[in-house]
């Protein structure tokens, strides 16, 4: 019989969502911030062009947007009603089980682990949560980019300047200098972008290896499973 | 560590120093030390500087001191005086390049008049006696200003093998046994240039003769005035500043925040066409000529705190982004280390992978390499469940 299985909740999905989006608005205009090579204004003379303003302007909105998906994540993290992913973290020796369970499974295509379970599978969790740190230390050496610019004149929020102000000490406590913080910044934009690959490549295999409709639970929130009697061919 | 500039100077140095102070301190300094070393208008009309050129840099200086318009009288007389204070100035692990900015301009301003007729008791490169006589005018000034001569030290400290890499005078003495004696009795402790600021190039890695800043060499407090050379205008600041309160400036990063709290890139004449996105693509191109941003020609702007787009370079002519060339950072921590190669982009930049030292990659190759290696993994994953659901037959998987 096939069970509908509820996976993700409204929130969660609208996040995640947000999250993806932000991540590719980020790593594009990231790139020519970076090194502007595409995008260039057309003829020598004076001009009214703002490129690299608007891509940092553009980098900046999905910056925000991705913080704030952060931030929501992070409070889903624990106090979701439905599914606190850190559920499927704790207690990490069964859950740091499951998830090589769970890789075994991927590399040898036997011994499928159950995938009944309404919890994000422990590995995914894992991989989502490193991501997710990821997108903090982006947070923090974004913060600490942007904070030159940033004045108490320009900003309309005055713990603005403070929360940046914090996030570049803190950054170059750790990191040493500004410059290693811009490098850092780069480095895991790239990071999270491979992540971002093997874990879309890894949905689209599960759902076409598993054929549970796991695509699905990001748009609809469910994913459909055979109620199976567990048995046990060779 | 480095710290970055903070966001405002704490609240004891967001204010003036009150005038009436300052006035009775300048009464006292003047009849400490205004019998000695040539008057100031002497020296200026000597030099074809006229009273009222004067006292547009005592404006100018006092703006740039961050310091109220009554303050333009005061900041005059400690003009005055500056060039009566004894000052020793050693020269360590360095090219002498800051002592040669400062006195060789071509047509000294003000700044660089006062820094040239500084009563320095002992300056190895522009002092008349050598060997142990100028060992005794050292000795003479330490004994008889003992807490009240300034030092200002140009290089970095050797640190290794004791301090051996260098040894200075008649005596031999290491570069380190002498900065400690004379830092010991010191009013204050000025670094000049990148050397004594942060280290040099020849703290670069690997650093053989274990060079260190002074403040990080001796275990002082100094005030650092960075930049490879300085520029004249924050050294003399930093004494006016000195004269008036009798204390340290407010500091951003251990340098004087007057100076070095605001970011080329963001007082950038070229900043507009950053934000236009026109850039040079090459020396020498149109976007060359008509001045457009350096950003990817490597200016290192955009991780910088000086304020050369301010006060400039010989008499305020130029600085490098005006004259075409990328600021290379000579006012940062390690910028040798960091920010090399300096004609390029950071994007470009060698990074150091953790853990693997020596092998090197730019900032970009790794970040694709890490893209690239995600791709291949993805499509050996593919072929390899393509090429096992094939050979098990599509039941398995139902199956399990």
């Known amino acids: ?234 | 560590m480095p710290k970055r500039p903070p966001l405002r100077a704490p609240r004891s140095q967001r204010t003036a120093p009150p005038l009436d102070r300052v006035e009775r301190r300048l009464d006292r300094l003047d009849r400490r030390f205004g019998a000695s070393g040539l008057p100031l208008d002497e020296l200026l009309a000597r030099n074809g500087v006229s009273r009222r050129e004067f006292l547009k840099w005592s404006s100018f200086m006092t703006a740039a001191l961050c310091l109220p318009p009554a303050f333009e009288r005061a900041v005059a007389r400690a003009a005055a005086l500056a060039p009566r204070v004894p000052v020793v100035w050693l020269h360590l692990q360095e090219c002498t390049g800051c002592t040669e900015s400062a006195l060789r301009s071509a047509y000294p301003g003000i700044a660089e008049l006062i820094l040239e007729y500084l009563s320095f008791d002992y300056h190895e490169t522009i002092m008349a006696p050598a060997g142990h006589a100028a060992e005794k005018s050292l000795e003479d000034t330490l004994s008889k200003h003992r807490g009240e001569y300034l030092c200002v030290m140009e290089g970095s400290i050797p640190t290794a093998m004791d301090g051996k890499y260098l040894r200075l005078g008649p005596a031999g003495e290491t570069g380190l046994s002498l900065a400690r004696r004379v830092a010991a009795d010191a009013k204050a402790v000025i670094a000049i240039g990148h050397c004594a600021s942060w280290g040099g190039p020849q703290s670069a890695a690997p650093n053989p003769t274990g060079a260190r800043p002074v403040h990080e060499a001796l275990g002082i407090r100094t005030i650092r005035i960075p930049g490879c050379p300085y520029n004249s205008v924050s050294l003399v600041g930093t004494i006016l500043n000195f004269l008036l309160v009798g204390d340290l400036p407010a500091l951003a990063d251990g340098r004087p925040a007057w100076a070095y709290a605001k970011r080329i890139h963001d007082t950038c004449p070229r900043r507009a066409h950053f934000d236009a996105g026109e850039f040079v693509e090459q020396w020498g191109d149109e976007g060359a000529k008509r001045g457009f941003c350096l950003y990817k020609m490597g200016c290192k702007g955009p991780y910088t705190w000086n304020n050369c787009n301010e006060m400039g370079w010989n008499e305020a002519a130029s600085f490098p982004i005006r004259a075409g060339h990328g600021c290379i950072g000579c006012s940062e921590n390690a910028f040798w280390d960091q920010m090399a190669p300096l004609e390029k982009p950071l994007a470009d930049g060698g990074v150091d992978i953790p853990f693997v030292r020596g092998v090197e990659g730019t900032v970009d190759a790794v970040g694709w390499a890490l893209v690239g290696g995600a791709a291949a993994g993805i499509a050996a994953h593919a072929a390899y469940s393509g090429l096992v659901k094939g050979t098990r037959g599509s039941g398995e998987n139902r199956e399990e």
């Not at chain 1, 090589?100 to 995914?124: A, C, E, Q, S």
Request: charged share 15%; with cysteine; proline share 6%.
């Open chain 1, 1 to 234: 019989m096939i069970r509908r299985v509820r996976r993700m909740s409204v929130v969660m999905r609208i996040m995640h969502w947000l999250l993806a989006l932000s991540v590719v608005a980020c790593f594009v205009t990231g790139l020519y911030i970076a090194k502007p090579g595409w995008l260039r204004p057309t003829g020598w003379g004076p001009s009214d062009a703002l490129v690299m303003g608007n891509v940092r302007f553009v980098h900046f909105v999905f910056a925000m947007l991705l913080d704030v998906a952060f931030l929501v994540w992070l409070y889903l993290f624990f106090f979701s009603r439905e599914a606190p992913l850190v559920r499927s973290l704790l207690p990490v020796g069964r859950r740091l089980g499951e998830a090589v369970r769970m890789l075994r499974h991927y590399f040898t295509l036997r011994d499928k682990p159950p995938t009944g379970d309404p919890h994000i599978d422990p590995l995914n969790a894992y991989g989502f949560l490193l991501i997710h740190l990821l997108v903090f230390v982006q947070m923090v050496t974004g913060f600490a980019l942007m904070r030159p610019t940033f004045s108490h004149a320009n900003s309309l929020v005055p713990v603005w300047p403070w929360i940046l102000g914090k996030a570049e000490a803190a950054s170059v406590a750790v990191l040493g200098s500004i410059v290693v913080v811009r490098e850092v910044h780069h480095l895991a934009a790239f990071l999270i972008v491979a992540l971002a690959m093997v874990h879309v490549y890894l949905q689209i295999w599960r759902d076409a290896f598993w054929t549970e409709g796991h695509i699905s639970v990001v748009v609809s929130g469910y994913k459909y499973v055979e109620d199976e009697q567990p048995t046990k061919p060779t």
